[in-house]
């Protein structure tokens, strides 16, 4: 078989008959490993034919150092599955995670791609050995370190910090994970008492802790742990061990929900009133899309938006909101976040003041409208309080 045939050959609408035609129960699991690979091009062929075969689904990126992959199994090819990546010595007895809820439609084709890295983290790996990983933690071990006195750091973007983690850990203040580890070295360098006290790392599902601990290890830190299965797996072992958490608050995932509840603990504040709240949303004005804390009576105060601004445009018909959004770009990702939320609150003070003084925050859309707004016609000219 010629390589343009390991491909997905369908259009989306074809695939998602293909899968309710199937009407076989299926299994959502993922698994990572950072281990060496050779000849990344021929494996990946190799994968694609071998999983194809089992009817998998799913996202997989292989790269020299290693595999992340994201897949959807039939429920009853799994032990061929199992056999098939312990066949491979690369992926021998690979532990792989099971999503908790699966309606069995997670993916609708097999993508196997090859990167350059399995997590696009900056860091550049031939410095260090990216295999010499900490020691893996479970949940009862990782408290136990915790009550020894163990330092705790938080390896996700801040963004992700912000309504929940576990209690008394560092937070890096960096939006990236290179930013995060740079800053984490710095900080472990200030507070570590001496070289023997315990690190222990933590992110959502575990994969960033395997290359964090092989850089802070590379840098020199000894004993170096890491929550193994990240948060998601932490609070599926405190629920069935019956073990008190020592995360706080709410864990933020990267779908439609963007956080699930770990403990009632709320650790964070609404950023346009400063009220506890952890209430994670996104602006609902398109081009704006920024991630926030918000409490109930603000996203109706200020229906669902970030700012007055925002809100403005989003209040507007629909035509008069795509017409405004041309030429502007769209932001669909949702990872990032307002971080400084006082500036945000003067900015929101600001505009409530030209929105008492003028009417509108954006005249030209007013214009558009048709609206009889006579002082308009000094757009132009600065407000008189800010002259
Ligand atoms: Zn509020
Ligand atoms: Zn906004």
């Not at 439609?256 to 009133?273: G, K, N």
């Amino acid at each position: 078989m010629g390589h343009h045939d390991l491909r997905n050959k369908y259009g989306p609408r074809d695939l998602r008959v293909r899968l309710e035609a199937e009407g076989l129960p299926r299994t959502t699991l993922s698994f990572y490993r950072y281990v060496r690979l050779q000849e990344v091009g021929t494996l990946r062929n190799e994968l694609y034919q071998e999983w194809e075969a089992l009817g998998v689904l799913g996202r997989i990126y292989i790269a020299p150092e290693g595999i992340n992959a994201q897949v959807s199994v039939p429920t009853g090819q799994l032990d061929a599955f199992r056999a098939a990546l312990d066949a491979r010595e690369a992926f021998a007895n690979v532990p792989w995670k099971t999503a908790v809820e699966d309606d069995g439609q997670s993916f609708l084709k097999l993508a196997i791609k090859v990167k350059s890295k399995v997590v696009a983290d900056g860091l550049a790996d031939d410095a260090f050995d990216v295999t010499n990983v900490g020691t893996h933690l479970d949940a009862a071990s990782f408290n136990r370190k915790m009550e020894e006195g163990a330092l705790v750091v938080d390896m996700r973007n801040n963004y992700e910090c912000l309504i929940g983690h576990f209690e008394g850990a560092y937070l890096p203040k960096a939006d990236t994970f290179r930013g995060a580890i740079e800053e984490v070295v710095v900080a472990l360098r200030r507070v570590q008492r001496d070289n023997d006290q315990d690190i222990l790392l933590y992110c959502t599902g575990g994969i960033r802790c395997e290359k964090a601990s092989a850089y802070l290890k590379h840098e020199g830190f000894m004993n170096v742990g890491q929550l193994h299965g990240g948060i998601i797996d932490y609070a599926r072992q405190i629920k069935a061990q019956g073990l008190p958490s020592k995360y706080m608050g709410q864990n933020f995932v990267f779908d439609e929900r963007l956080a699930e509840r770990i403990t009632d603990d709320v650790v964070s504040a609404c950023m346009q009133c400063g009220t506890k709240s952890d209430r994670i949303t996104n602006c609902h004005e398109a081009t704006c899309n920024m991630l926030l804390v918000q409490c109930e009576a603000c996203a109706a105060k200020y229906a669902d938006c970030c700012s007055p601004s925002c809100m403005e445009i989003h209040q507007l018909p629909i035509e008069a909101q795509r017409a405004w959004r041309k030429g502007r770009s769209t932001r669909s990702t949702k990872t990032k976040a307002i971080n400084d939320p006082e500036s945000l609150r003067q900015r929101i003070r600001e505009e409530e003041e030209m929105l008492a003084l003028n009417g509108t925050l954006h005249p030209s859309v007013a214009l558009a409208r048709g609206e009889d707004a006579p002082e308009l016609t000094n757009v132009n000219r600065q407000p008189a309080t800010r002259a």
